[in-house]
């Protein structure tokens, strides 16, 4: 089983910043990539940025230029820095993260429980 705390939420004002962590843990074979999802009351999860184990990246349109999304794969930890963040970024994020268990070997993808982000003067 693999487990995906995150860490990092919080109230700021229109241009501040946040880091956000996700660390994974539990019976993990590999991880094949990990990311930062977010939902809006009354809205659809949408996808905020991906990092594959290579490095590589995707962002959505709304936030390339102020966020970043990184890893440090020796801790299974994902982060998020968010800057000039504005109210419409006012969500809950979620990580999440797809990984091979130990002992089923099978490729899942796993969720976090969700941090609170709150963008208000």
């Known amino acids: 089983q693999v487990q995906l705390v995150e860490s990092g939420g919080g109230l700021v004002q229109p241009g501040g910043s946040l880091r956000l962590s996700c660390a994974a843990s539990?019976?993990?074979?590999?991880?094949?990539?990990m990311g930062w999802y977010r939902q809006a009351p009354g809205k659809q999860r949408e996808l905020v940025a991906v990092i594959t184990s290579g490095g590589n990246t995707n962002y959505a349109d709304s936030v390339k230029g102020r966020f970043t999304i990184s890893t440090d794969n020796a801790k299974n930890t994902v982060y998020l820095q968010m800057n000039n963040l504005k109210p419409e970024d006012s969500a809950v994020y979620y990580c999440?993260?797809?990984?091979?268990?130990?002992?089923?070997?099978?490729?899942?993808?796993?969720w976090g429980q969700g941090t609170q982000v709150t963008v208000s003067s």
């Open positions: 999440n993260a797809d990984a091979v268990g130990k002992y089923t070997m099978s490729l899942r993808t796993y």
């Open positions: 539990g019976t993990i074979f590999s991880i094949s990539g």
